[in-house]
C-alpha cells in the first residue's frame, strides 16, 4: 500500500514566513491533488520550542544559515521558525488537512534538530513513523513538501535506509539551496536508492 509524506508544508517555510523557500506556496495544489492517490496521508509538522538549539538567536554572535557544533554533529544555525503554537508553525492554509491520517511533530526537543519524519538528527532517537506505516502494511513512500534538499531528502534517505520504497515527487517539491544543498542532496538520494520523479 502507497502513503504520501507530506513534509513541513507549513506557513513559515511559504513566502512571508520566518525561513521562507522561494516558491513553496505553489505545491499546495499539486500536493492536494495528490493525496487522492494514495491509501494514506501522513504530515510532518516542524514544532520547535523557543530556545531550540538550532535557532541562530540561541547562540551568541551566531548568525542564520552559519554553523555549529553540536553533541550530535554539524548543525546549520536557523533563523527563528515554526515556533510551538505560533502562526508560522501552522499548515499552509490551503493544505488539505482532512486527509492526514498521522500527524507527525519533530524538533520539539530544544537540544536537538529534526529534519526526517523518522529520526531526530542524531539518527538514533525515533518519531515512531516506521512503526506506524508498517503496522499499516504502507510500504510504497512518497515524499512531497518542504524543503527538497533538508526535511525531504533525510526523510526519503531514511525510508530506504529502512527498507521502504521511497520515491521523492520533485514537482511538488521546493528546495533551499543552501550552497549546492539541492545537488548534493539529489546525489544521495539516487545513490541510496531513492527515486526522483
Given at each position: 500500500m502507497r502513503a504520501l509524506i507530506v513534509v513541513d508544508l507549513q506557513v513559515d517555510f511559504c513566502p512571508g514566513g520566518a525561513l521562507a523557500v522561494?516558491?513553496?506556496?505553489?505545491?499546495v495544489g499539486p500536493?492536494?491533488?495528490?493525496?487522492?492517490?494514495?491509501?494514506?496521508?501522513?504530515?510532518?509538522?516542524?514544532w520547535h520550542p523557543a530556545d531550540h538549539s538550532s535557532f541562530a538567536s540561541n547562540h551568541s554572535g551566531a548568525q542564520p544559515f552559519g554553523t555549529a557544533t553540536l553533541p550530535y554533529g554539524d548543525q546549520v544555525l536557523w533563523p527563528d521558525h515554526c515556533v510551538i503554537g505560533s502562526d508560522g508553525a501552522a499548515f499552509h492554509p490551503g493544505l488539505d488537512l482532512r486527509r492526514a491520517d498521522l500527524i507527525v511533530r519533530k524538533g520539539f526537543r530544544r537540544e536537538i534538530d529534526s529534519y526526517s519524519a523518522f529520526f531526530e538528527n542524531d539518527r538514533r532517537t525515533p518519531t515512531g513513523l516506521a512503526g506506524y506505516l508498517r503496522d499499516r502494511g504502507l510500504t510504497d513512500l512518497r515524499f512531497v513538501g518542504l524543503a527538497h534538499d533538508f526535511c525531504v531528502a533525510w526523510s526519503a534517505l531514511d525510508a530506504a535506509r529502512l527498507g521502504f520504497s521511497a520515491t521523492v515527487i520533485e514537482?511538488?517539491?521546493?528546495?533551499?539551496?543552501?550552497?549546492?544543498?539541492?545537488?548534493?542532496?539529489?546525489?544521495a538520494m539516487r545513490a541510496a536508492g531513492v527515486t526522483l520523479s
Open positions: 522561494a516558491g513553496g506556496d505553489e505545491i500536493v492536494n491533488a495528490l493525496m487522492a492517490e494514495h491509501d494514506a496521508v501522513v504530515l510532518t509538522q516542524d514537482g511538488a517539491t521546493r528546495a533551499i539551496d543552501l550552497n549546492g544543498s539541492r545537488e548534493a542532496a539529489q546525489a
